[in-house]
């Protein structure tokens, strides 16, 4: 899998082949290799790959173009639950936050976009809701307070700030 994941890596963009990865392709791959991992089959290989992603995400800030340091996708900003295969910054900040990363200077954006989109209640609210079918309602609606991103949300900002 991670050898697999390496060699195929492109821009969903582009019909030629790029040297990195979609951020949506990363958090779906690095979660998959920290679970089988966690499940007893850690290799040097496999461990060598999931900190090459992390490390991807990390150089980027959590959503910064490396070339120009622009902010890639404006609604990474925004956080939805169930996340299905899309990205945002909360849910790579709480993969990092699962596999135990130590948080460092890199994230500071990152975390400062989470406690922004507090809302006054104290609780964060559903930005975005993907277009993929679920049988079951999740979330009340988006603007609505929820339970799952204030959760996300919650758990990462303890995570960052017992860390310093």
Same mark, same amino acid.
């Given at each position: 899998m991670a050898a697999g994941t390496a060699k195929h890596r492109h821009s969903s963009r582009r019909s030629v082949p790029s040297r990195r990865?979609? /951020?949506? =392709? =990363? #958090?779906?791959v690095l979660e998959g290799l920290l679970e089988y991992e966690r499940a007893g089959?850690?290799? @040097? @290989? #496999? =461990?060598? @790959?999931?900190?090459? @992603? %992390?490390?991807? $995400? $990390? %150089?980027?800030?959590? /959503?910064?173009? $490396?070339r120009t340091g622009e902010v890639i996708d404006k609604r990474w900003l925004r956080f939805s639950f169930p996340p299905f295969w899309h990205y945002d910054v909360l849910r790579g900040l709480d993969y990092l936050r699962i596999a135990g990363i130590k948080p460092d200077s890199r994230l500071s954006e990152a975390i400062e976009i989470v406690i922004k989109r507090r809302h006054q209640n104290g609780r964060w609210p559903l930005n975005h809701l993907h277009p993929e079918y679920i049988p079951l309602e999740m979330e009340t609606g988006v603007g609505s307070a929820s339970r799952w991103n204030t959760l996300r949300a919650l758990r990462v900002l303890r995570w960052y700030e017992n860390s310093r």
């Open positions: 990865s979609s /951020f949506h =392709t =990363t #958090i779906c089959r850690k290799s @040097a @290989a #496999i =461990t060598k @790959a999931r900190k090459r @992603a %992390e490390n991807y $995400l $990390l %150089e980027r800030r959590m /959503f910064r173009s $490396l």
